[in-house]
């Protein structure tokens, strides 16, 4: 069974970092593309990031210069690092894996 955990969100204030995880489980992340999405409340499921096979990583223009993806294989983990947060980045924070979303993370940036 595919599953997919993200953890890590928190209560932060602006201009401030965090690192997201998402462990994975139930297939070989190597294998996989992996992205990071959001849905800010009242909001519609946004795309964050993209990370493929071999690295290569993809962001929403929101974000860039300020969201990293990243993946250790060996850990069956996808991260993201979010500095530099702002009110608009609150939202819950998904990983997900051809389309397919797991148990998301909620981060909530407020002063």
């Known amino acids: 069974e595919v599953q997919l955990q993200a953890y890590g969100g928190g209560l932060v204030q602006p201009a401030e970092s965090l690192t997201l995880s998402c462990a994975t489980s139930g297939f070989t992340l190597s294998n996989y593309p992996m992205s990071w999405i959001r849905q800010a409340p009242g909001k519609e499921l946004e795309w964050v990031s993209f990370?493929?096979?071999?690295?290569?990583?993809k962001y929403a223009e929101s974000v860039t210069g300020r969201f990293t993806i990243s993946r250790d294989n060996a850990k069956n983990t996808l991260y993201l690092q979010m500095n530099k947060l702002n009110a608009e980045d609150t939202a819950v924070y998904y990983c997900s894996r051809m389309g397919v979303r797991g148990q998301g993370t909620l981060v909530t940036v407020s002063s």
């Open positions: 990370i493929n096979r071999g690295g290569g990583t």
